[in-house]
């Protein structure tokens, strides 16, 4: 089986954020990066799927120079291959133009799957992975706990509210969203790294995947971030005193009187 | 916040991106596994021994060598894994090191085709202990004084004597028994289970408390010829495997004070005394500014260490220089870090008071700080203040 993952550069969950002047992201400078966590899930899955079998796992990231990092530690933590869409013109786009761009470097692979992570701890959108399953005409499942072999494609057991599962039978290929959870990733071995150097990285630029750089990047988006703030600090609640029996009467007016629930 | 050890100097700029790669594999693996279970091992006394298969998984044992299913890594890769090891803990950092440095190292360097292929493939994995049978009772800085002796016999050796301080002694499948056979000493390799070959662990240890430490008997031991380790010729072969667990030690060091170093800013920003937080009191801030430069200071001298070594120039001296000053600097900085923790800093809830447990024995073994003193004095006049 042939497996595509896509993953994103994401700034460190605990990187300290400030927006940029023109408000419209965050400044990328001085802060450290990571691979996605949901896309270490997705990663893990596929290999899990290729070891089980055979075949290939090809890591693809859309991102500027510095995501070749976490191309690199997919390759050294057990994918065959990259492909990094690092082009200037596939830069600063929305959800829809980074799928164009994805699924015309997926269609090259010619993959049976295509997984993702549920959603980027940056901006949080989810919408690419469902966009680019449109795109390349496969179905989707989002949110798998669990990805299982059929004899006609692959069964997935969806995540609901409640810890309900919801189990779809989609035929393949198709585009899967991984949820965390749904394995135990494993670390980059000391060997996997080192091998991976001796792994393909392709850089392929609008025109090697015949498209045009209009449609791509900041220039085919359809959704513009115009500004970013940060939330204002909350001010300081109100601290009731007295008696334990005062505190609950005083508690109980401001419920009454604030939310009407009782 | 994510743990990232101190790096005041962006000594990170002085490695590759390979190495930077296995550094932060390794911290995760140390982050996720070691940090949430090693304070109650340490409690109890016991070897956390599930981690094992894990760390050959990762390949950290034996990283150093080529082939027999080792990764092969450069001197500082290596030395940088030490680093994140000792971060969690002394005890696991020095499992790594005699079954990587004093055990598959010595195989590999002076052992048959035979017994490479044997034993390294499944020490690499984890699948097989070793332990490092030098050190005896009252033979400690003095080893060339050693008792015991081995004898040839007509189908191999007989071995007679005890070891001391011998870490994973009671879990090790094999140990590399250092004897005296015609009064050269020469390195055995000695199967668990062998007829009268016995362990036993030491207890009652303030230290390494987390590792295990054994006393190993040996009464009678026939041996066949094969156990012989046929490169070793000497006092120097066993030296030449302290050699490459120092560097280690060297590197492994910076881990333990970058982790009391973390420990001690985090709690000083955070504990209100006087209406503010003690890290803005002069006194604890000129305790953190002597720790972030002697840590620097010693992340600097094994960066350029183990560029040497890579380079075939590393000589003893230089390797004992770096594990003298590392380990008391790093043990200093316990010491330094456990005063700013003040009555916490005595409570296994925080790491400090372990790390500073641990360095005592790390202080000690691998050549105490004094006999590397001594070492350092050799080089510097020609003449030995021992032997």
């Known amino acids: ?262 | 916040m994510a743990y990232k050890g101190a790096d005041f100097y962006l000594s990170d700029e002085l490695f590759t991106e390979e190495e930077i790669l296995i550094r932060d594999s390794v911290r995760q693996f140390v982050t996720d596994q070691i940090m949430p279970i090693i304070a109650k091992h340490n409690r109890e006394g016991t070897f956390p021994a599930h981690l094992v298969p894990g760390l050959g998984e990762l390949g950290l044992l034996g990283a150093s060598l080529e082939g027999y299913g080792c990764a092969g890594v450069s001197a500082t890769a290596y030395g940088l894994m030490m680093v994140e090891l000792e971060r969690g803990d002394s005890g696991i950092r020095s499992f790594v090191s005699v079954q990587g440095a004093l055990c598959m190292y010595p195989i590999y360097r002076f052992g048959s085709e035979e017994q490479k292929q044997h034993y390294l493939p499944d020490m690499a994995k984890g699948e097989a202990i070793g332990s490092f049978g030098l050190t005896e009772a009252d033979f400690g800085s003095n080893p060339g004084g050693m008792r015991t002796r081995a004898e040839k016999t007509a189908g191999g050796y007989l071995l007679n004597g005890s070891k001391s301080w011998i870490t994973n002694g009671t879990i090790a499948d094999v140990s590399i028994i250092w004897a005296k056979l015609d009064g050269v000493i020469r390195g055995f390799l000695v199967d668990k289970g062998t007829k009268g070959f016995s362990a036993q662990d030491i207890k009652g240890k303030f230290s390494l408390r987390a590792s295990v430490t054994s006393e190993l008997l040996l009464e009678n031991v026939e041996v066949p010829e094969t156990a012989l380790l046929p490169g070793t010729e000497g006092l120097k072969s066993a030296l030449s495997c302290l050699n490459q667990a120092r560097y280690g030690v060297a590197w492994g060091a910076i881990g333990a004070a970058q982790a009391v170093f973390d420990e001690a800013v985090r709690y000083a920003q955070g504990r209100v005394q006087f209406g503010r937080p003690i890290a803005g009191f002069q006194l604890q801030q000129a305790k953190m500014a002597e720790m972030l430069t002697e840590i620097t200071k010693a992340q600097l001298l094994c960066a350029r260490l183990g560029r040497l070594k890579e380079a075939g120039k590393a000589t003893p001296a230089m390797v004992s220089l770096a594990k003298r000053n590392n380990v008391a600097m790093a043990l200093d900085a316990a010491r330094t870090a456990r005063d700013i923790l003040g009555a916490v800093g005595i409570m296994d809830e925080y790491q400090t008071f372990r790390h500073m447990c641990n360095l005592e024995s790390v202080k000690t073994y691998e050549g105490t700080h004094d006999i590397h003193t001594l070492i350092l004095g050799q080089a510097i006049t020609g003449l030995d203040a021992f032997e």
């Open chain 1, 1 to 262: 089986m042939k497996i595509v993952v896509c993953v994103k550069q994401v700034p460190d969950s605990d990187a300290a954020l400030a927006v940029n002047a023109d408000r419209t992201w965050i400044v990328d400078s001085g802060i450290n990066f990571e691979l996605n966590p949901y896309d270490r899930y997705a990663l893990e899955e596929a290999l899990r799927i290729k070891e089980a079998g055979e075949g290939e796992v090809v890591a693809v990231s859309l991102g500027p120079a510095r995501a070749a990092q976490v191309l690199k530690t997919c390759l050294a933590t057990g994918a065959d291959r990259a492909i990094h869409l690092k082009d200037e013109a596939f830069q600063g786009g929305d959800p829809w133009a980074n799928a164009q761009a994805l699924a015309a470097a997926i269609r090259t692979v010619e993959p049976d799957l295509v997984l993702c992570g549920f959603q980027a701890n940056d901006d949080t959108l989810a919408q690419t992975p469902v966009l680019l399953a449109e795109m390349l005409g496969m179905p989707h499942a989002t949110g798998a706990m669990k990805i299982e072999k059929t004899d006609t494609g692959v069964r997935v057991a969806r995540e609901l509210e409640a810890d309900r599962r919801e189990v779809v039978d989609l035929p393949l290929p198709a585009v899967i969203t991984v949820q965390t959870g749904i394995n135990e990733p494993r670390y980059a071995s000391i060997k996997g790294i080192m091998a991976a150097k001796r792994k393909e990285m392709k850089t392929p630029g609008p025109a090697d995947l015949g498209i045009d750089p209009s449609q791509v990047g900041a220039a085919g988006s359809r959704l513009r971030f115009f500004d970013l703030a940060v939330p204002p600090k909350k001010e300081g609640g109100e601290v009731l005193t007295g008696s334990t029996e005062e505190i609950a009467v005083a508690l109980v007016k401001r419920i009454r009187e604030n939310t009407g629930v009782l």
